[in-house]
């Protein structure tokens, strides 16, 4: 009988658990894919893709779970609870704009703190592509924490830079994504992705106009009929800004 592990399939990742503690398995995916292991949530990424699973399938029982197609939408509860388990500001600071701005993973990690301003409580970043600035519409307690993370931290190059000066990486994001979740006892399944796509849903939730939040989302292929759901608010409420 062949050994069971558990797959959740889960944005362009396949999370696997080794529920049977198997003392290969990392030396067969290694085989198989490029294999990531989160020490936090103890489970191995790879690549989610057909071949893969294919793969596993034939050397494993395969338990899969699947996830939806979007990334797993957090709460303004869970959103609100993550921000506040975290006590590094610059860390924070980094969970805020990866939630709130717009920007895509890279698109952060690509800032230069020359290209970073903030005028009359707006943000503006400049696209070096075309040479204009984007405006990032973000609340007074969110700025606060980028006016706090700047004066401590004093970045000199790139906006979020490691201690040695080079530029943040999407595996330091994603362990401290991931130490944040843990830390906050939230959804292991939800990603990094989960905070923007979460961000969007919230804006809907709460009045925003459809056509502003595709303004927003920056014309990407995000699909807006899998924000809504049949218990979504029509009311106004206050939202997570006081996080």
Do not use: C
Not at 132 to 150: G, R
């Amino acid at each position: 009988m062949k050994p069971t592990i558990l797959i959740t399939k889960a944005d362009n990742l396949l999370y696997i658990q080794n529920v049977e503690l198997l003392p290969d398995l990392e030396k067969i995916l290694i085989s198989i894919a490029a294999p990531k292991w989160d020490i936090n949530m103890k489970t191995w990424t790879i690549e989610n893709h057909p071949k893969h699973i294919e793969k596993l399938s034939q050397l494993f029982n395969t338990q899969i779970i699947e996830a939806k197609n979007t990334p797993l939408i957090l709460s303004e509860h869970d959103i609100s609870h993550l921000l506040k388990s975290i006590d590094n500001v610059k860390h924070k600071t980094l969970m805020i704009m990866l939630y709130s701005s717009g920007l895509s993973i890279n698109e952060i990690l690509e800032i230069k703190k020359e290209n970073f301003q903030i005028h009359h409580n707006k943000v503006f970043i400049l696209n070096t592509n075309d040479n204009t600035y984007k405006k990032i519409l973000l609340p007074e307690s969110y700025l606060n924490y980028l006016q706090k993370y700047l004066a401590k931290y004093q970045p000199k190059k790139w906006f979020f830079e490691r201690r040695i000066g080079t530029k943040y990486t999407i595996i330091n994001i994603e362990y401290i994504y991931r130490k944040s979740m843990q830390n906050a006892k939230l959804n292991s399944i939800a990603t990094l992705y989960s905070l923007r796509f979460s961000f969007y849903n919230h804006l809907l939730k709460n009045g925003a106009d459809i056509h502003y939040v595709k303004n927003v989302i920056n014309n990407q292929s995000i699909p807006i009929s899998s924000f809504y759901s049949t218990n979504m608010s029509t009311e106004k409420r206050e939202f997570i800004y006081s996080a």
